[in-house]
């Protein structure tokens, strides 16, 4: 299986519009970072994990030719506002499935109807095969992947573990049950926006402290601000088994 970093930063991606905080201006590639998703490969399927505005570059940098489906955490814009750019992948393909909580394909569907309906729809138009996720085992391909559930402030979202691989993004509370999903993977990502604590996401001590609770081989840190700093930096204060992952970082269990 091989997982490639499409975007590891959060909703304003770093450098922020205007903004002249140093990380912004670092000239370091790995302080650059397009907004949170992944693409997961493995024998002959190729699955994208969220579909945020930078969905085009992404898979132009990827050199990404096929899907075989998007699978959505949840349905801010951040992980939704690339649907669009789906439209290469629709006319060389067809229908694109979709993997979504029901809420989120709901919200999807009034905030893309052109996609969604089946009524005199516009020449190039793509179109979508909706595919509900419940906190229930689940099929990509020939894969079993297990749904982890938590909370982003008061919004459900949804995490997966892929084999030995367990991804999760926006999380800021995690139950018990839910983390036992996780035990004996080999690798976790998970998010870590800054130092100072935040309403709906992990900041870093909340990470680590919930990768110690988890205890994978490796772990790496996702959906960061520029203000959890420079990234070298940053890494020099890590534990030895947790990285800070960057953008097109890939990753072969």
């Known amino acids: 299986m091989k997982i490639t970093f499409l975007g590891t930063g959060t909703s304003q991606g770093i450098p922020v ?9 670092s000239i370091n590639p790995k302080d650059k970072r397009l907004r949170v998703s992944i693409l997961v490969e493995w024998n002959d399927f190729t699955y994208v994990v969220d579909c945020g505005p930078d969905f085009r570059q992404q898979m132009l940098k990827a050199n990404c030719n096929k899907i075989d489906g998007i699978v959505f955490t949840h349905e801010h814009a951040d992980h939704t506002a690339g649907l669009d750019d789906i439209r290469p992948f629709y006319f060389r393909q067809g229908d694109i499935p979709f993997y979504a909580h029901k809420r989120v394909l709901e919200q999807l569907e009034k905030r893309f109807e052109y996609i969604f309906t089946t009524k005199d729809k516009y020449p190039g138009v793509p179109s979508v095969i909706q595919n509900e996720i419940k906190n229930e085992p689940f099929k990509l391909g020939d894969l079993e992947v ?15 573990r892929f084999e030995d691989f367990a991804y999760l993004t926006d999380m800021k509370t995690v139950a018990d049950e839910e983390i036992e999903k996780l035990k004996g993977v080999k690798v976790l990502v998970v998010n870590a926006l800054r130092e100072k604590e935040h309403l709906s996401h992990f900041n870093i001590a909340e990470a680590l402290a919930f990768i110690e609770k988890v205890q994978p081989e490796k772990a790496y840190l996702t959906h960061i601000s520029h203000y959890l700093g420079f990234h070298d930096e940053t890494q020099q204060k890590l534990p030895k088994n947790v990285f800070l992952a960057y953008d097109n970082l890939q990753l072969e269990l």
């Open 17 to 25: 519009i205007g903004s002249d905080h140093p990380v912004c201006l």
């Open 146 to 160: 297990i749904p982890i559930n938590g909370y982003h402030h008061k919004l459900q979202v949804f995490g997966f």
